[in-house]
Nanobody
Framework: VQLQASGGGLVQAGGSLRLSCAAS????????LGWFRQAPGKEREFVAA????????YYPESVKGRFTISTNNAKNTVYLQMNSLKPEDTAVYFC?????????????????????WGQGTLVTVSS
């Protein structure tokens, strides 16, 4: 599976951005697709995930209600709609896919469970 993220940019606090992750290759093997972010000097952080089988979505408390993950009907693009952005949302955002068929949603927030990664896209939120 190959992933390509896009859509990052500079936005003012309170604004919105939509990131896209284009998936190609054996997308039928995907179990979950997630978004992670990494700010300078910090560890990679889980942002959102979508389970491929039933399109269930998962979020940490830090973004719940502000971010929405979704996919198109063809399930070859995953979006991350980010609203009410805050300066602390500034980071490089990565999309990743897991093909571990037995992966429980309990572990969707663990970046080590994902085996395919796209290049990052930078999101900068100014105050």
């Amino acid at each position: 599976v190959q992933l390509q993220a896009s859509g990052g940019g500079l936005v003012q606090a309170g604004g919105s951005l939509r990131l896209s992750c284009a998936a190609s290759g054996r997308t039928s093997s995907i179990v979950a697709l997630g978004w992670f972010r990494q700010a300078p000097g910090k560890e990679r952080e889980f942002v959102a995930a979508i389970r491929w089988s039933d399109i269930s979505t998962y979020y940490p408390e830090s973004v719940k209600g502000r971010f929405t993950i979704s996919t198109n009907n063809a399930k070859n693009t995953v979006y991350l709609q980010m609203n009410s952005l805050k300066p602390e949302d500034t980071a490089v955002y990565f999309c990743a896919a897991s093909r571990t068929y037995y992966l429980s949603s309990y572990y969707f927030d663990r970046h080590t469970e994902y085996d395919s990664w796209g290049q990052g896209t930078l999101v900068t939120v100014s105050s």
